[in-house]
């Protein structure tokens, strides 16, 4: 009996050592599901975290130059970099810096010694300080205004000597630094930002030159040179390389200064360009905003004016670019009414786009019944 019993234990103890040696495979079987569910956790988590690194993460573009003149930088996400170097050139990010950027504006004042501290120095502060290059023109050197010493004499009678020797010197010195090149006197105040919105569609391979079209004498019309005048690289090469010291071109025939250059620019071909807007507006106006808002108290500039008024109209565009005979202290007074003065809810959504470009051969288009060969200037 005690014999078949412990037999009979055998079979037992068989069973609990075979109990035994399946435990262990249930055991590990539990274990890699619980690896393999820590696994997935753990990669979820490190994907989560990675994006939330990526979508943080900002990168540094280059500086911004501001209204004032001083540099800022502008901070982008991935997200943004992609959408600008996926956009088209019509379409870029940012709008206004590639409008900065991609229209350059070389600005030169007409001043005289007695005017460097009393009129010239407030362009220097205000709105000279949003050109690519400011050049001051003048006949005796100023330290503070860095000025151009031309030489020539002061006067009236002298002013279209001093504009073609200018002009001439900015070729020679400083063509590549711009796209266009803007004349303005030391009493007119200019907004720049203006300016280049409305140049930006222009081809400056184009001979052509804007300004406040004056209808005395040329047939295309002149630019008046109190409102400024603004010349595009090919014009600025074709009046140095054709105009220059050329008597056949430029004679001498008138006195004023913005009169005899359109004549001279007619004789070699250079457009006199329409400047108004859509709605016919004036851009560049070469009266002080009080002698023309809300009328004209002026005698002579709608008589001379090329493109007569619209009654339903009125003077100014809203994108208005010059106005002349600012007197000193009323650089400062425009500086703050728009760049300061913010009106609540007016302008912070305003859209920004820019205008369609235009072809060269759509401005021939447009001009050709105004402007001579470029072969056959008339002599003198």
Known sequence: ????????????????????????????????FKNLLCLIIGFSIGIYFTTMWLNGKTLSLKPLATTSGELQTSTWSIAEVDSLNTSSE????????????????LCWIMTNPNNHQTKAIHILRTWGRRCHKLLFMSSQED?????????????????????????????????????????????????????????????PEAPIYFGCK????????YMSGGAGYVLSKSALEQFATKAFNNNQVCNNTYKEEDLQLGECLAN???????????????????????????????????????????????????????????????????????????????????????????????????????VLPLSSPPTS
């Open 90 to 105: 019509e379409e870029p990010a940012d709008l206004v810096q590639h409008l900065f950027n991609s229209t350059r504006v």
């Open 214 to 221: 004056l209808m005395q004498f040329v047939r295309q019309g």
């Open 268 to 370: 070699i071909g250079v457009m006199a360009g329409d400047s108004r807007d859509a709605e016919g507006k004036e851009r560049f106006i070469p009266l002080r905003p009080r002698d023309i808002i809300p009328y004209s108290k002026s005698n002579w500039y709608p008589k001379l004016v090329y493109s007569t008024p619209n009654e339903n109209v009125t003077c100014c565009s809203d994108h208005a670019i010059s106005f002349h005979y600012i007197e000193p202290n009323y650089f400062y007074v425009m500086e703050y009414l728009l760049y300061s003065l913010r009106p609540f809810g007016i302008f912070d959504n305003l859209s920004l786009s820019l205008p369609q470009k235009i072809s060269i051969s759509q401005l021939n288009a447009e001009n050709e019944d105004y």
């Open 143 to 203: 330290e503070q205004l860095h000025t151009i010493p031309l030489p020539v004499e002061e006067g009236r009678q002298h002013l279209w000597d001093k504009t073609n020797l200018a002009l001439k010197y900015i070729y020679d010195h400083h063509f590549n630094d711009a796209e266009w090149f803007l004349k303005a006197d030391d009493d007119t105040y200019v907004i720049m930002e203006n300016l280049r919105y409305f140049l930006y569609p222009y081809p």
């Open 1 to 32: 009996m005690m014999i078949r019993s412990k037999t009979k234990l055998l079979p037992i103890m068989a069973n609990s050592t075979s109990g035994r040696l399946l435990m262990p495979a249930t055991s590990a079987l539990g274990s890699l």
